[in-house]
T-cell receptor, first 112, second 111 residues
Framework: DTAVSQTPKYLVTQMGNDKSIKCEQN?????MYWYKQDSKKFLKIMFS???????INETVPNRFSPKSPDKAHLNLHINSLELGDSAVYFC???????????FGQGTRLTVV | EDQVTQSPEALRLQEGESSSLNCSYT??????LFWYRQDPGKGPEFLFT???AGEEKEKERLKATLTKKESFLHITAPKPEDSATYLC????????????FGAGTTVTVRA
């Protein structure tokens, strides 16, 4: 069974559209994250949630809205997509934050 | 702001040719330094956490070490399956809800 799963794996959409990426973890972890990896492979934190509560919003445009319906799910909704939003988005989770996070396989978003 | 710099950007090795990757960091109060491995098209895979200067961790052909300013990932007698991008990240004591990553070192091991 996949520990952290994201859907879809690939997403191609036009500028101005609204899209969502779903994330689920079956590890029983309390903390979940969204990271963005740009074309230069640089991973940057976007959001952290702990027990469904937003802990970190790392200066992300408010077109990005995370939603955590329960501890096992953290979805990412993006409004009015722009070309610069094209990247790979990773969901991750951790139980003990000092012991590393488990990452999903990523969602490659391409805005055309 | 926390900063992580990895070098070299890319490393090409012959099978069996040992080498080291460097991760230098600036953080106000280090909670932990993390090493991840990332294969193309996949998410990062956790390798090690180091917490204090002088600490070392090993896993198969990989050994990570930590000083007050940098960390090294030593690859001993690498095999082609060790080919991947290796990412370093730091976690600050003041905010352990995020990892600040370096840009990674892409290692290619030729048979």
């Amino acid at each position: 069974d996949t520990a952290v799963s994201q859907t879809p794996k690939y997403l191609v959409t036009q500028m101005g559209n609204d899209k969502s990426i779903k994330c689920e973890q079956n590890l029983g972890h309390d903390t979940m994250y969204w990271y963005k990896q740009d074309s230069k492979k640089f991973l940057k934190i976007m959001f952290s949630y702990n027990n469904k509560e937003l802990i970190i919003n790392e200066t992300v445009p408010n077109r990005f809205s995370p939603k955590s319906p329960d501890k096992a799910h953290l979805n990412l909704h993006i409004n009015s997509l722009e070309l610069g939003d094209s990247a790979v988005y990773f969901c991750a989770s951790s139980q003990d934050r000092t012991r590393g996070a488990f990452f999903g396989q990523g969602t490659r978003l391409t805005v055309v | 702001e926390d900063q992580v710099t990895q070098s070299p950007e890319a490393l090409r090795l012959q099978e069996g040719e040992s080498s080291s990757l460097n991760c230098s960091y600036t953080v106000s109060g280090l909670r932990g330094l993390f090493w991840y491995r990332q294969d193309p098209g996949k998410g990062p895979e956790f390798l090690f956490t180091l917490y204090s200067a002088g600490e070392e961790k090993e896993k198969e052909r990989l050994k990570a070490t930590l000083t007050k300013k940098e960390s090294f990932l030593h690859i001993t007698a690498p095999k082609p399956e060790d080919s991947a991008t290796y990412l370093c990240a730091v976690q600050a004591s003041s905010n352990d809800y995020k990892l600040s990553f370096g840009a990674g070192t892409t290692v290619t091991v030729r048979a």
